[in-house]
């Protein structure tokens, strides 16, 4: 529901509600579409370095607080233990899930899928089970854009895997597409049965972005604009933080060490030193997964109030 939130306030229930207006909000959604298409028409490496800015620019930032989640509410000079013990867990994880993706690329990439359309799935919701558009959330990202790009797809998913791994997935997403669709077509009725419009409006807009930029630009767009935006607001809510400005501040121990760690990966990339692109990606990817572990695991014991 995050084209539905921007500038949050706290209502009385510690909940973060948007005061900007929905036009505003399709305003900006509509010139970052602008921006990817002209990403798209420019090809070359353009639609890479827009899904990059974007996802690392706009995405990063709700997942920079996992941290605060797990302290569930402690400060963390308060219990450096369970800090230090989330920080070895996370780490953990993210060494886990890069040995699996050496050892079997194809495999886990198609877990890795699976694991982001249950993420997608869980937290882009969250009014009620409404199962259908769970579904079409969890999979449209990454079967949507098989539909007229499966060539693409294909191979951004064999740079990741394998040349067959690659095949057989995005085989898999193309077989999963129209089904996917019509999963999202009743769940768009069913929202103007219950008379939300922008809801509707919203999955009408994801899968039309889904379907029409290449897979990367496609992807970042929903991901940042959407995903991260909502999740962003959430945790804003969850963590009591009222505004953008004091949920950045709160997580800036996260961002600044990201802001490093992005800005030498740029510095070697212009030294034409950098490691391959797809060892970026795997890497990336794998740092998503403590955190799409976080959500169910932490977050919703971060906020006894709110229960
Ligand atoms: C569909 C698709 C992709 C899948 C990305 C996924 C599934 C990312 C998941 C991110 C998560 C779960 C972040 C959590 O906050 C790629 C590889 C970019 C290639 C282009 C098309």
Redesign the pocket.
Same mark, same amino acid.
């Given at each position: 529901m995050t084209l539905v939130h921007l500038t949050p306030a706290t209502l009385p229930s510690g909940r973060v509600a948007s005061s900007r207006r929905p036009s505003s909000r399709l305003l900006w959604a509509g010139g970052f579409a602008l921006l990817g298409l002209a990403a798209d028409i420019a090809a070359g490496p353009v639609p890479l370095v827009f !899904?990059a800015i974007l *996802?690392l620019g706009l995405?990063l930032p $709700?997942?920079a607080s996992d941290h605060l989640a797990a302290m569930a509410g402690r400060r963390m000079r308060d219990d450096p233990v369970r800090l230090l013990a989330f920080l070895v867990l996370y780490l953990g994880a993210v060494a886990i899930t890069l040995v699996l993706w050496h050892a079997a690329p194809g495999a886990t %990439?198609a877990a @890795?899928?699976a %694991?982001? !359309?249950v993420? @997608?799935a869980i937290?882009d919701v969250s009014d009620g089970m409404r199962w259908a558009e769970r579904v079409a959330r969890g999979l449209m +990202? *990454?079967?949507l +854009?098989a539909l007229f790009h499966a060539e693409?797809?294909a191979q951004? #998913?064999a740079a990741?895997s394998t040349s067959p791994g690659g095949d057989a997935l995005a085989g898999v997403?193309s077989f999963l597409a129209l089904p996917v669709l019509a999963l999202a077509s009743l769940a768009v009725v069913l929202r103007l049965r219950d008379r939300e419009r922008a809801s509707a409006l919203e999955l009408v807009l994801i899968a039309g972005a889904l379907l029409t930029f290449s +897979? %990367?630009v496609? @992807? !970042?767009l929903v @991901?940042a604009l959407v995903?991260?935006r909502g999740?962003t607001h959430e945790r804003m809510a969850t963590l009591h933080l009222p505004t953008l400005r004091a949920y950045l501040l709160a997580c800036s121990p996260t961002l600044v060490g990201a802001a490093i760690l992005f800005a030498s990966l740029a510095a070697l990339f212009a030294s034409g030193q950098a490691p391959a692109l797809n060892v970026v #990606?795997i890497g990336?990817?794998a740092l998503?997964v403590p $955190?799409?572990l976080v959500t169910p695991l932490f977050e919703r014991r971060a906020a006894p109030s709110e229960r």
């Open positions: !899904a *996802i995405g $709700h997942g %990439l @890795f899928l %694991l982001s !359309a993420h @997608f937290d +990202p *990454i079967t +854009p693409a797809l951004l #998913f990741l997403a +897979p %990367l496609g @992807f !970042a @991901f995903h991260s999740q #990606f990336l990817a998503t $955190h799409m």
